[in-house]
């Protein structure tokens, strides 16, 4: 099966206060089913008020990130699925939840993984 990344960036979550509980109990139950069906590998949120380093190879950490990354922020989800098909179709329920558009992402294979 193939690893497939499912994300959104923060500010193409456009909601209110009030909506901010159903949309995160909906986000939830959507993890939940996906726990459920055994596809979940990881998911979660950066934590946009800690700031970006880069570590080099000797151990050296430089504040910030390669000059030519765009800000990385919002929601991610890895899931293992069957198909292409079956991303898109979980990409949609995780859009329904969050109620906004996500991008689809897929890893590459690795033996090891």
């Known amino acids: 099966m193939t690893k497939y990344l499912i994300s959104f960036p923060s500010a193409a979550m456009v909601v209110t206060a009030a909506e901010l509980p159903a949309v995160a109990d909906a986000a939830r139950a959507v993890i939940a089913e996906a ?3 055994g596809v979940y590998v990881f998911g979660g949120g950066i934590n946009e008020d800690v700031a970006p380093v880069r570590v080099s190879a000797d151990g050296t950490v ?7 990354t765009r800000r990385i922020q919002g929601g991610y989800t890895i899931l293992e699925l069957p198909s292409r098909q079956a991303a898109e179709h979980w990409a949609a329920k995780i859009a329904a939840a969050c109620r906004c558009d996500q991008e689809l992402r897929e890893f590459m294979y690795d033996p090891m993984c």
């Open 35 to 37: 726990q459920a069906a």
């Open 62 to 68: 430089t504040p910030g990130t390669y000059p030519e």
